[in-house]
């Protein structure tokens, strides 16, 4: 799952925490949507790799060459 972040230099398993903190605390505060939609995927039985995306794109060329699903 590609998104736009600010968090630069975070990868797959930074932005798994984030959304595994943010899903525990839903009560509390609402997930950003990229985690609300990866968490619905996976309890749905789907793999997700979040992959963020800030200012640079040649991650995101690199991060899809290495998943070669």
Do not use: N
Not at 10 to 25: F, G, L, N
Not at 43 to 49: A, D, F, S
């Amino acid at each position: 799952m590609v998104f736009d972040t600010p968090y630069a230099g975070w990868h797959h398993p930074d932005h798994e925490r984030q959304m595994t903190k943010e899903v525990a605390a839903w009560h509390d505060d609402e997930p950003e949507m990229e985690y609300q939609i990866a968490d619905a995927l996976r309890q749905r039985g789907h793999e997700v790799l979040l992959i963020g995306v800030s200012d640079d794109l040649q991650y995101l060329v690199r991060s899809l060459d290495e998943m070669r699903p």
